[in-house]
Structures are given as structure tokens and as C-alpha cells.
């Protein structure tokens, strides 16, 4: 929507001879991270950054994954040294209006580096 | 068919209200694993994916298939999403199917999930099922799912003498049905009485006549019948698939005949035709089809010829669909006791009518099944509907 008037109390309008219906789509959520929360949980409580590590391969999966994918088993949590190495990056000038509002609050543009490495080896 | 098409391997994860532990892509996992290990198959053995997944709303996601798929490892393999309102689940398997038969690919995997209490409450979560009513008319006056099947239920109760205490016990039998599956989301004693005083939802079904909303996953693996051969267990077949689709507005519907689902009408004669299928008393051993309301399975047992036109009521009241009965209907509790999770449910349905044709079905094993159907549909009033017949 073009505005934020609630589009229930909004009357159907005629453009060039056409009716326009306003609508607008709203569920709220409460998204389960699951199995991933713990890398949500390390941030906050212990500023860690967790990947997940296959006990068969070896592979580490950043972002972290439950299973390896290869090898179809469980992967425990390992922490990450922090320390990574930015390939490319690219600047967003035009950011969608969610995430424009969010961004409000602390810098004017979002900067999004990536794209990021999904799995290290060790 | 060009290509006779055998399921090789089922796996589901537990069904639940909620599965706060697991996110959508973990819970596709844990059921494709299940199917792999019970088909002795490994990941690499699947050439293509189709997966089941209904509404992009309950995975918070537009896209939710990409997501699983390289996670499952299948990263350059063919992928495809099939979402068709409740009948996602066979509409997917068919999806499959023709990539089998025609062909394409010796080995097909169908995964169906759903995470549908990532919506806030059930309130959202129906309103996200409700954008699916038609956009021009009928959304704006509070079309739902239910009012589609109340109406077809009040109807057969007007012309056929169904009454409210038939849908409970058809409450009764699923919930307990559910009582031998470990995988249900409801086993439950309940009796006539307590449906129907549980609350009133939309005329005339209480809470209790309501399928479930559920969270969970299940995994069928399709093959040729070349490549069925490197597979640990003996292939089950599916020799008949149908498929129609009727005006999903509800108030626009051209029904032919004494039909109430022409849609099923159609899906079920399509299948049964292919399936060489005449008698459906006689050949159809047991079924898991879509009670998405208690009603509903008793106006099914008409249209897939289990009984005649008005002898629903009749096929229930005598016990045929009960366990031990002449046919029984979801011993897995289907949509009521087992589990809704809505994309699963159509892959979950022909998982169960396998494990019965193996005589894995444990205490919900009907003797002596050779041949069943599995079903599924979705739109007002069952406007999509796939029938599978499935044989041993």
C-alpha cells in the first residue's frame, strides 16, 4: 500500500472508470529458529558466534546446519574464531519500506556484505 | 502410464500441534531420512524432488522449497514446489508420478511439510487458508473452508437423515483410530456426547469435527520399476491416479447428479478406471482419505462408491468403515485424530496405505490388504481432488 490508512476503513475507489478494491494482507507470526536457536542465544548471551561441525566429514556449516547434508548424520556446535574474510560486498541505495524502518533507527543505508561463505572447511 | 510406478520408500516425522524445536527444513530432513533408511536407498539414488508444500504463510515464506533443497543435499538436482490448497500432498505425488512414468526420471522424492503454528494464533492461520476464497466476490463476505463443507453436510443431512451424533461418531472412530498410530497428533477416548458439546464453529460443526492443524513431514520415494529393483523391499504400486478440479467459488457450482464432490467423483472414477477397479466394496481393502470434517468422510464413502447414493450414514452406522469392518476408512486417524499438516497429509495418506500393504502398519494393521486408496483435496467444498489406488 501506497499509505498506512487501513485499507478496511478505506471505500473502494474508481480509477478511469474501474474499480479499485483496497486490501491489505496481515498475519503475524511467531516463528520457531528451532533447532538454530542456540546461535541466536549465543549472540546474546555470550557474544559468541556458533557454527555447526559434522562429526563424519568435518565439514563446519556457517550458517549453522543440524545435519550435514553430505552425509546425512547430526552436526554438533562449534564456536567460530570471529575472524572471516570479505569477498565481495555491494551497497543497497534502495531498500524495500520494512526494511528502510528498521534501519531508521541506527545509520541511513543498509550495508550488506556477502555473499557469505555457507561452508568453511577448518 | 507409460512406466509402471512403484513406491520404494516412506518415512514421516511424528505429527504435534507444535514442534518448537524444529524448524521446516529440519523436519523435511528427519522425514526424508526415515524414507531413505526404510527404502535402503541413499541420498544420491534420487535424481528429482517434488516437494509438498501448501501455504507460503505457515513456513513464513514465499519460496519455502528452496530452502530445503540444497539443505537436503540435492543442490544441482532438479527441484520443483507443488502447492494446490489441501490437496498439495496428491497433487504433488502425481507431480511425481508423471516424472516417473513418462521417463523423465528413474527415481522421485516427494516431501510434504508444514510448520503451521509458526502463525502467531489460529486465527491468522485460518485467515491465511481464507486467502484462497475467491478475490472478486467472495472473500470480501468471510468465505472459509468450513462454511464449504457445512453446507454440503447440511444438505446430506436434509435429503439423507445424517444427523450431528453420525459426525461424532466418526469423531469417535478416527480419535480412537488415532489410539494405534505412535505418529498421531490425537488419540483420544472420546464418546458421541462430548462432540457435541464441544463449541460450536461454523453450523453444524463443533471444534471436534475439525481436522487438526498440525505440524510435521512425510517423505514417499518413487521409482521405475527397473530402478525399483535396487531397493530393499518388495515395491508397492500405484495403478491408479485421478485428478479433477470443480469452481472453487461456492457459489457458483454446475453440480452434476447426486454428487456433492464432483471433483472427488471424478478423481476417484479416474483412478478406479485406470486401476481396472470395478467393484470399490469388494477391491478397495482400506482407505486414508480427507476427513477434513467429521461429515465429510461420510459423504466420501458415497462418492468413492463404497456404498450408494444417501447409504453413507447407512456404511457408518453398520460399522463398515470401523476397524474390522468391510472397509475400513483412516486407521491412521486421518485429518481428525491423526494429523493436518497440510502439505504432508496427501504424501503421509499413500505412507500409510503402503505400510498397510506391507503389513507394517502395527496396531492399526487391517488384515489382508492388497489394494486401497489414498485421497486428498482442498478449494471450497472440494474443488481439487487426486485419488491414488495403491496395490500390493
Known amino acids: 500500500m501506497a499509505d498506512d490508512r487501513d485499507p478496511r476503513f478505506v471505500p473502494i475507489k474508481v480509477q478511469d472508470g474501474f474499480v479499485v478494491m483496497p486490501d491489505r494482507w496481515k498475519v503475524d507470526f511467531w516463528a520457531s529458529m528451532g533447532e538454530l536457536s542456540r546461535f541466536f542465544i549465543e549472540i546474546k548471551e555470550n557474544a559468541r558466534l556458533m557454527g555447526m561441525k559434522c562429526p563424519r566429514c568435518g565439514s563446519v556449516y556457517f550458517w549453522p546446519r543440524s545435519w550435514c547434508h553430505d552425509c546425512y548424520v547430526d552436526t554438533k556446535w562449534v564456536e567460530m574464531s570471529g575472524k572471516g574474510k570479505v569477498t565481495v560486498f555491494g551497497q543497497v541505495e534502495v531498500s524495500l519500506n520494512d526494511i528502510r524502518k528498521r534501519c531508521r533507527s541506527s545509520r541511513g543505508a543498509c550495508t550488506w556484505r556477502g555473499p557469505a561463505t555457507r561452508r568453511l572447511s577448518e | ?392
Open chain 2, 1 to 392: 502410464m507409460n512406466d509402471r510406478v512403484a513406491v520404494v520408500g516412506v518415512g514421516n516425522t511424528p505429527f504435534k500441534a507444535r514442534h518448537i524445536d524444529k524448524t521446516f527444513p529440519r523436519l523435511a530432513y528427519e522425514s526424508v531420512k526415515a524414507a531413505l533408511g526404510d527404502a535402503g536407498a541413499a541420498k544420491d539414488d534420487i535424481d528429482s524432488v517434488v516437494y509438498s508444500i501448501y501455504n507460503d504463510f505457515f513456513e513464513h515464506c514465499a519460496m519455502p522449497d528452496l530452502h530445503v533443497h540444497y539443505q537436503l543435499g540435492m543442490a544441482r538436482k532438479p527441484g520443483v514446489r507443488i502447492t494446490c490448497g489441501g490437496a498439495t500432498g496428491g497433487y504433488a505425488v502425481r507431480a511425481a508420478i508423471t516424472e516417473v512414468a513418462s521417463g523423465l526420471h528413474d527415481v522421485v522424492m516427494v516431501v510434504g511439510v508444514e510448520k503451521v503454528a509458526d502463525v502467531a494464533n489460529v486465527f491468522d492461520m485460518v485467515k491465511s487458508i481464507t486467502f484462497a476464497a475467491d478475490p472478486f466476490f467472495e472473500a470480501q463476505l468471510g468465505a472459509s473452508p468450513a462454511g464449504s463443507y457445512g453446507g454440503a453436510i447440511l444438505w446430506h443431512m436434509e435429503h439423507y437423515g445424517t444427523t450431528v451424533e453420525d459426525m461424532a461418531r466418526v469423531v469417535v472412530k478416527n480419535k480412537g483410530n488415532a489410539m494405534n498410530n505412535p505418529d498421531a497428533q490425537s488419540p483420544m477416548e472420546v464418546t458421541v456426547q462430548d462432540v457435541l458439546k464441544s463449541p460450536m464453529i461454523v453450523h453444524p460443526l463443533k471444534i471436534l469435527d475439525h481436522c487438526l492443524s498440525s505440524e510435521g513431514a512425510a517423505t514417499i520415494i518413487l521409482a521405475n520399476e527397473k530402478a525399483a529393483e535396487r531397493f530393499s523391499k518388495d515395491p508397492v504400486w500405484i495403478t491408479g491416479l485421478g485428478a479433477a478440479n470443480e469452481s472453487a467459488r461456492q457459489a457458483e457450482r454446475d453440480d452434476p447428479g447426486e454428487s456433492l464432490f464432483p471433483a472427488v467423483r471424478a478423481s476417484a472414477l479416474a483412478a478406479y478406471k485406470m486401476a481396472g477397479v470395478t467393484d470399490p466394496p469388494s477391491a478397495i481393502h482400506v482407505g486414508e482419505v480427507y476427513d477434513s470434517f467429521s461429515g465429510v468422510e461420510i459423504i466420501l464413502y458415497e462418492e468413492f462408491g463404497l456404498c450408494g447414493w444417501g447409504e453413507g450414514v447407512h456404511f457408518l452406522r453398520d460399522g463398515r468403515a470401523d476397524m474390522g469392518g468391510s472397509n475400513p476408512v483412516n486407521p491412521s486417524g486421518g485429518l481428525i485424530g491423526g494429523e493436518h499438516a497440510i502439505g504432508a497429509t496427501g504424501v503421509y495418506q499413500v505412507a500409510e496405505v503402503v505400510r498397510q500393504i506391507r503389513g507394517e502398519a502395527g496396531a492399526r494393521q487391517v488384515p489382508n490388504v492388497t489394494r486401497g486408496i489414498a485421497q486428498s483435496m482442498g478449494g471450497a467444498r472440494g474443488a481439487y481432488s487426486v485419488t491414488f489406488v495403491v496395490e500390493g
